[in-house]
C-alpha cells in the first residue's frame, strides 16, 4: 500500500514509530521543554525568526481557521477572501458564520490569480487578507509576493493557511510580512492528523490581547495557548505523541541537510512525475501548482472511476476530489516517505487504470 496523499501523507517508518517508544507526562518540565525546543525549531522553518508566537493545539486544520477568525478579527475589520476553491470557501463560510464583514474574490478553478483581480480593492478599507497560499482542491499556488505587496500597500493584517504548501513550497512568514500562519500536523509535516500550530506576528499578538471582542469558545481562546506556551504548556491535554512525532520530522530534515534538501527532493519527485505524465500525453493544469502536489485533468473519463481502480486494483492511494471537480482530477501527492521508484510504479498502474476505465465506457 502507497499513499500518494497529501493529508494524511506516507509517514516515515521512524515516524510511525515514535509511538511505541512512549512519552513522559505532559504536566513536567521535561516535557515542556521537549515543547519549547521543537517550537522553536519549527517556528525558524515557518520564518518566524523571533521564535514567538507559535502555538498547537489538538484539533484539526479547519478548527484553527475558524479560531483564528475568533481570535484575530473583529467586528471593525473589512476582511477579503481570496476564493478559488473548496479551502476558500471554507474560509467564506466561516467568516459569515461568524458575522464578519468579508468581500470573497471569486476565481475559477482553474484560473490564474493575478494582480488585475485584487485591483478592485485597493484602497477601500480593507483591513485583512485572508488566503489558502496553496489551494489543495484546485492544486493552485498562489504568489505570496504579490499578495504580500498588496496588504502591504493597504495596511493589511495578512492571514495565511499555509496548511498544504509549507514544507514543499519556500515559506518565510517574515520574509513576507505574515500576520498569521496556520498548519496542520498531517500534510507537509508528515505526522498524524490531529495538531494544529499557529504563528502569529508581534502585531496580531497585540490586535488579539487589545481585541473588545470577546472570543465566543473558551476552548479556541489564543490568549490562554500564548500565556502558557513559554512554559511549553497548553491550558489543555495536547496532542503529546505529536510533539514526538514533529521533533523526528525535524530530525529527518536536518539529517537530510536542511530545510533546502528537503525541499529540493520534494520539488525533484514533482517535477519527475510531471516529466513523465507529459511523456503519456496527460493533461497538466496552465496555472502555477505547489511542489506538494500535481493535478491531473482529465475531459473524456472521470478521474473519480481511476482513483477507485488505483485504491481496489493496486493498493495506490491518490487524493480524490470533492464536489464540481470530482469527475475532472486526480491530484498526486509527492510528499512523504515515497521515491522516484514509487513513482515509476505509480505511472505504470495510473496508465493501467486509465486503460481499464476507457475500456469500461467503451
Ligand atoms: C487540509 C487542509 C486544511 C485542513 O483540513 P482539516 O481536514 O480540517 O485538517 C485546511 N486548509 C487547506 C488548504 C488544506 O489543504
Redesign the pocket.
Known amino acids: 500500500m502507497t499513499l500518494f496523499t497529501c ?1 494524511p501523507v506516507q509517514m516515515y517508518k521512524s515516524t510511525m514509530n515514535v509511538r511505541n517508544n512512549g512519552y513522559i507526562h505532559f504536566r513536567t518540565d521535561e516535557y515542556g521543554d521537549i515543547v519549547k525546543t521543537t517550537l522553536a525549531r519549527l517556528s525558524e522553518l515557518i520564518g518566524n525568526h523571533r521564535k514567538f508566537g507559535t502555538i498547537y493545539l489538538a484539533s ?4 484553527v ?1 475558524e479560531a483564528t477568525i475568533e481570535n484575530c478579527i473583529s467586528d471593525l475589520d473589512k476582511c477579503l477572501v481570496i476564493n478559488g476553491g473548496g ?1 476558500g470557501r471554507r474560509f467564506c463560510e466561516l467568516l459569515k458564520y461568524h458575522q464578519k464583514n468579508y468581500t470573497s474574490v471569486d476565481i475559477k478553478w482553474n484560473e490564474k490569480l493575478t494582480e488585475e483581480h485584487l485591483k478592485p480593492y485597493e484602497d477601500k478599507g480593507y483591513t485583512a487578507l485572508f488566503v ?1 497560499i ?3 482542491t484546485s492544486g493552485q499556488l498562489y504568489d505570496k509576493k504579490m499578495l504580500s505587496d498588496f496588504c502591504k500597500r493597504n495596511g493589511m493584517y495578512f492571514i495565511v ?1 499555509a ?2 504548501s509549507f514544507m514543499a513550497d519556500e515559506y518565510d512568514m517574515d520574509k513576507y510580512g505574515i500576520d498569521v500562519t496556520l498548519i ?1 500536523s ?2 507537509g509535516l508528515c505526522c498524524s ?1 490531529g495538531m494544529a500550530v499557529v504563528s502569529l506576528s508581534e502585531r496580531m499578538i497585540e490586535k488579539i490581547y487589545s481585541e473588545k471582542n470577546r472570543v465566543t469558545s473558551k476552548y479556541f481562546d489564543y490568549k490562554d495557548y500564548l500565556d502558557n506556551i513559554d512554559r511549553g504548556q497548553t491550558p489543555y491535554t495536547p496532542p503529546v505523541f505529536m510533539i514526538y512525532e514533529v521533533r523526528d520530522v525535524l530530525n529527518l530534515i536536518e539529517e537530510k541537510g536542511g530545510l533546502d534538501a528537503w525541499l529540493n527532493d520534494i520539488k525533484h519527485k514533482g517535477e519527475f512525475f510531471r516529466k513523465r505524465a507529459e511523456a503519456i500525453d496527460l493533461k497538466l493544469p496552465d496555472y502555477p501548482v505547489s511542489n506538494m502536489l500535481t493535478p491531473v485533468i482529465f475531459d473524456d473519463i472521470s478521474a473519480y472511476d481511476v482513483i477507485q481502480v488505483l485504491k481496489n486494483e493496486y493498493s495506490i492511494y491518490v487524493n480524490p476530489c470533492g464536489g464540481e471537480l470530482a469527475s475532472k482530477l486526480v491530484r498526486i501527492s509527492h510528499i512523504g516517505d515515497t521515491t522516484t521508484t514509487d513513482i515509476e510504479d505509480l505511472m505504470e498502474k495510473l496508465v493501467l487504470s486509465i486503460n481499464q476505465v476507457r475500456k469500461q465506457i467503451r
Open positions: 493529508g484539526s486544520g479547519t478548527a481557521m479551502f489558502n496553496h489551494e489543495t493557511d496548511m498544504s496542520t498531517q500534510k492528523p
